[in-house]
Antibody
Framework: QVQLVQSGAEEKKPGASVKLSCKTSGYDFTARYIHWLRQAPGQGLEWLGWINPGSGDTKYSQKFQGRVTVTRDTSMRTAYMELTGLTSDDTAFYHC???????????WGQGTLVTVSS | DIVVIQSPDSLAVSLGERATINCKSSQSVLDSSNNENYLHWYQHKPGQPPKLLIYWASIRASGVPDRFSGSGSGTDFTLTISSLQAEDVAVYYCQQYYTAPPTFGQGTNLEIK
């Protein structure tokens, strides 16, 4: 079955960058877009962007444009999300997910907690 | 961006009773080219990632019990749990992806009465 396993929790200082990974298995890596989403404490779900693993094309939320970069390594079946210029507002669980073709998100990675604090 | 609003924000239902959650989008999410509504429902339990329940407004995802059903079209949608079980306690979200960026409702916290 499709599985997404994310890297471990991160603690960063304001102004720093973080790069998270999402290792996939159980399907053709190039057949599904990979999305990154986040949920801050007590907040709702927010979409950051996607990558087409086949072509490497990306699309980002305007809110994060210029701060987020999504890449992939097809040989490792892994997607990466780098977020720069971190502030305390970026403290959140970050999830990767795939689009099975319906423009929904299924399944989700287990999530990576990123804590930004001085 | 399409705004998605759920109601109610929280809901308490007795075991075995029906639970209904509503979702309204600021514009239609119906794609006339394929007659599909790009509106999906998720269940989110503490300590777990969100789980897809319903896609295209009314199709249950693989393994989802048939007590969960989705309905609606255009801008107004409903998630119904026909007979609430203890394991259904969670936050439920609707999400649209008719146009980018995909956006979520604020969530509905479902509890046992």
């Amino acid at each position: 079955q499709v599985q997404l396993v994310q890297s471990g929790a991160e603690e960063k200082k304001p102004g720093a960058s973080v790069k998270l990974s999402c290792k996939t298995s159980g399907y053709d890596f190039t057949a599904r877009y990979i999305h990154w989403l986040r949920q801050a404490p007590g907040q709702g779900l927010e979409w950051l962007g996607w990558i087409n693993p086949g072509s490497g094309d990306t699309k980002y939320s305007q809110k994060f444009q210029g701060r987020v970069t999504v890449t992939r390594d097809t040989s490792m079946r892994t997607a990466y999300m780098e977020l720069t210029g971190l502030t305390s507002d970026d403290t959140a669980f970050y999830h990767c997910s795939t689009d099975p073709g319906s423009r929904s998100f299924d399944p989700w990675g287990q999530g990576t907690l990123v804590t930004v604090s001085s | 961006d399409i705004v998605v609003i759920q109601s109610p924000d929280s809901l308490a239902v007795s075991l075995g009773e029906r639970a209904t959650i509503n979702c309204k989008s600021s514009q239609s999410v119906l794609d006339s080219s394929n007659n599909e509504n790009y509106l999906h429902w998720y269940q989110h339990k503490p300590g777990q990632p969100p789980k897809l329940l319903i896609y295209w407004a009314s199709i249950r995802a693989s393994g989802v019990p048939d007590r969960f059903s989705g309905s609606g079209s255009g801008t107004d949608f409903t998630l119904t749990i026909s007979s609430l079980q203890a394991e259904d306690v969670a936050v439920y979200y609707c999400q649209q992806y008719y146009t980018a960026p995909p956006t979520f409702g604020q969530g509905t916290n479902l509890e046992i009465k």
